[in-house]
């Protein structure tokens, strides 16, 4: 079976700080990763996804995300964070043999303090 | 190209009543999928539709239901709403063509409040 684990629910940092949002996984066939980021009162935006090519991946907004299977981790960072950063973020694993449905973590809400 | 679309909004219903929520895709776009949104159990699978057949359906009762239409327009219907029917429900909507790594698109939601 497949699931995500986001640890941590909730991580403040100060604005210009290193954004570090904690995601691992698991699975028994090759997974395909995605953070999504949801603002309030709105619907699940795609920030970036690893699909088995470069294990570093670059997303939108300045994110990136790095694929380490011996660590079975897909942990989002971002190297300054600004106040529009602030919102919820999902990570979520699909795989071939489960429909290719999304298996979301509970989500990490972020807080930028100015 | 416009966004997937969710209509309503929002949305109050007391229990016992059913409710259709609808769900426009991106165009051309051929696969719809639902979720449940909830602060206790997080986002969960209801089903994907593609080409008006149910491709893939997660662990929810029989009182969630779903539908797709030739132009790829979906609805789901909750029967017998009960308290813990309250959520925001997502659609979602994708080609369907591309398999596991492909993106999917999030509507902004329908916020259902069961009283």
């Known amino acids: 079976a497949q699931s995500v684990t986001q640890l941590g629910s909730h991580v403040s940092v100060s604005e210009g700080a290193l954004v570090l949002l904690r995601c691992n996984y698991s699975?028994?066939?090759?997974?395909?990763l995605f953070w999504y980021v949801q603002y309030p009162n709105q619907g699940l935006q795609l920030l970036l996804k690893?699909?088995?090519?470069?294990?570093l991946v670059k997303g939108i907004n300045g994110f990136e995300a790095e694929f380490k299977k011996s660590e079975t981790s897909f942990h989002l960072t971002k190297p300054s964070a600004h106040m529009s950063d602030a919102a919820e973020y999902f990570c979520?694993?699909?795989?071939?043999?489960?429909?290719?449905?999304?298996?979301f973590g509970t989500g990490t809400s972020l807080t930028v303090i100015p | 190209k416009a966004g997937v679309t969710q209509t309503p909004r929002y949305l109050i219903k007391t229990r016992g009543q059913q409710v259709t929520l609808s769900c426009s895709p991106i165009?051309?776009?051929?696969?719809v999928s639902w979720y449940q949104q909830t602060p206790g159990q997080g986002l969960q699978f209801l089903f994907e539709?593609?080409?008006?057949?149910?491709?893939n359906k997660g662990n929810f009762p029989g009182r969630f239901s779903g539908r797709q239409f030739s132009n790829s327009r979906s609805e789901m219907n909750v029967s017998t709403l009960e308290l813990g029917d309250s959520a925001l429900y997502l659609c979602?909507?994708?080609?369907?063509?591309?398999?596991?790594?492909?993106?999917?698109?999030f509507g902004p939601g329908t916020r259902l409040l069961v009283l």
């Open positions: 979520a694993v699909r795989t071939s043999n489960t429909g290719n449905q999304f298996y």
């Open positions: 699975s028994s066939v090759p997974p395909y």
């Open positions: 690893y699909t088995s090519a470069a294990t």
């Open positions: 539709y593609f080409s008006e057949t149910q491709r």
């Open positions: 165009s051309g776009h051929r696969s």
């Open positions: 979602a909507s994708s080609s369907g063509l591309a398999g596991v790594g492909e993106t999917q698109y």
